[in-house]
């Protein structure tokens, strides 16, 4: 008994982009019961030299549909980062689910041994499909979800653990 | 072709115990080339009804231990939160990674399917043992070592993702 890649990559990714679109839906009300400009939550960071927070959202969308794609072996649909609003971070978040929701378990068969290079900055990795989603992916994916979540609860956004884990 | 529960837990959080380990030692630096108190990034936190640094490290170190011991149906170590120092902090991941050393492969095995009942906060939630360690111990282990590292960087400490990522 053992975990198809499947398993462990798209209802993971599924679950967090949900919660996150839950999240997005109470920083608009929280925006607009406080009249704090949309801008300055989108636009937030916990330091100048980090993503600010639709760029948090944009990653955690783009390792979600570029892992997925790679273990798929398929070509990743193109989303180009343009959100400037919480309403078109809400689309891209659809969008995603939708291209994951196309994907099926058995176009990741045999995806675990199968090299995968990828470009991180200037140099090359190549990892195993298994390592490339438990060791590069998934921890990615998270850390982006836990930062877009960490900037919003820094801004006062009255949210929990149990919005993170989508809880309900 | 599958992955075991074994090899997408353990390995997860021995890399990034590690890498937090990593991160404690540029803190041990940062506080003292700056003579910033220990404490003060210690006790550090992003919102004052978030866990501290110290308890983002322990919950790290928690869901790690508690996650293996429950599917590898063994009794979890006792380690008491009792950290108030940097090295104490590191002495704690040496106790996890040490735990973490001592569970086989084999000792999970049959554990995907096998119910898991686990009380948070004054509810009861009962997973299979792949939907526990996939939907429940990783998130909740990846949302405690991101957020450690969000509440420094926040703290100016010079760190970037491949801390986080442990690549060497």
Chains 1, 2 share one sequence.
Not at 96 to 107: D, G, I, M
Request: hydrophobic residues 40%; aromatic residues 10%; charged residues 25%.
């Amino acid at each position: 008994m053992s975990v198809s890649l499947y398993l462990i990559s798209v209802p993971s990714f599924q679950k967090h982009l949900h919660a996150l679109d839950g999240i997005l839906d109470k920083a608009i009300a929280y925006a607009a019961a406080k009249k704090i400009a949309p801008e300055t939550l989108l636009t937030a960071r916990l330091y100048p030299d980090m993503f600010n927070f639709t760029r948090q959202v944009q990653e955690s969308c783009k390792f979600a549909v570029g892992s997925v794609a790679r273990l798929a072996d398929m070509d990743a649909p193109n989303h180009a980062d343009t959100e400037t609003t919480f309403e078109a971070l809400k689309e891209r978040i659809a969008k995603t689910l939708a291209f994951l929701s196309t994907v099926t378990p058995e176009q990741m068969e045999g995806a675990e041994d199968r090299p995968l290079t990828i470009k991180v900055g200037p140099n090359e990795m190549t990892f195993t499909g298994r390592d490339y989603l438990l060791h590069f992916a998934l921890p990615n994916f998270y850390f982006h979800c836990t930062t877009a979540y960490g900037i919003l609860r820094h801004n006062g956004l009255e949210i929990g653990k149990r919005d993170f884990m989508r809880r309900t």
